[in-house]
């Protein structure tokens, strides 16, 4: 996931984006909201654009609330403003100017990486097309069906099997493999997982997506199926056997 640090203190946006790499973010930090505003530009004009920008209010070339105006004028991309500015008509004003969220400094850190997921989640969920081409475009038939190889998934009916054999799931272990499939070769952060299959925080829950990791591998019989991502989670293969 691409993220855009509009952060003109480059000892904080140092820290942040370190923290970020470390969950699987690709980073891009810009110090002003002119170069942050040519960045958007840039970047919808090369290919895909970032998935969320995290922008701060007190820039030296002009203030955030402008900045987030000028980018809602020309982009929908999710805005979260991180600010030291905690008093309530600040954060109406930028929630009205478009921003999709507002967190003040100091702010926790694992609060920060769910709200990032959260707004990429809706942005993903309004830009959803009709869920004929929404399934054909996650890999999977008209009717639902996802194949990975010899691997398929009925995801109306819950049902997978190998080669033709029926292969019996739990419903959390149907559940991580689901999410795992529709999107093959893109890697997801162990708190993303946890959050979306479990619907509970990462605290205390590791070891759980460790086994039912494991279990899927042994029962499926295509322990390279599913790849750990040391330090940042699992992704489905891109390609499977």
């Not at 998935?51 to 820039?59: K, S, Y």
């Not at 149907?174 to 795992?180: G, K, N, P, Q, T």
């Amino acid at each position: 996931m691409r993220l855009l640090l509009v952060e003109d203190d480059d000892r904080v946006a140092a820290a942040l984006s370190a923290v970020l790499a470390r969950h699987g973010f690709e980073v891009t930090h810009v110090r002003s909201g002119a170069e942050a505003l040519q960045e958007l530009l840039v970047r919808g004009q090369e290919g895909p654009g970032f998935a969320v920008v995290l922008l701060d209010l007190g820039l030296p070339d002009q203030d955030g609330f402008e900045v987030c105006g000028r980018i809602r004028r020309t982009s929908s991309t999710p805005v979260i403003m991180v600010t030291a500015r905690a008093d309530v008509r600040s954060r109406i004003h930028g929630l009205n100017l478009g921003a999709d969220d507002y967190v003040v400094k100091p702010y926790d850190m694992g609060e920060l990486l769910a709200r990032i997921h959260a707004v990429s989640r809706r942005k993903a969920l309004e830009e959803a097309p009709a869920a004929g081409e929404r399934a054909a475009a996650q890999g999977a038939d008209a009717a639902g069906t996802l194949r990975l190889g010899a691997v398929t998934i009925e995801l109306p009916t819950r049902q997978v099997s190998v080669d033709g054999a029926p292969v019996p799931l739990t419903r959390k272990e149907f559940d991580l493999l689901a999410l795992l499939a529709q999107r093959p070769g893109v890697v997801f952060r162990r708190e993303q997982i946890i959050s979306e299959v479990w619907r509970t925080s990462w605290e205390g829950t590791g070891r759980t997506l460790e086994v039912h990791v494991a279990s899927l591998r042994s029962k499926l019989q295509r322990p390279a199926l599913i790849e750990t991502v040391r330090g940042v989670g699992y992704r489905m293969a891109a390609q499977g056997d």
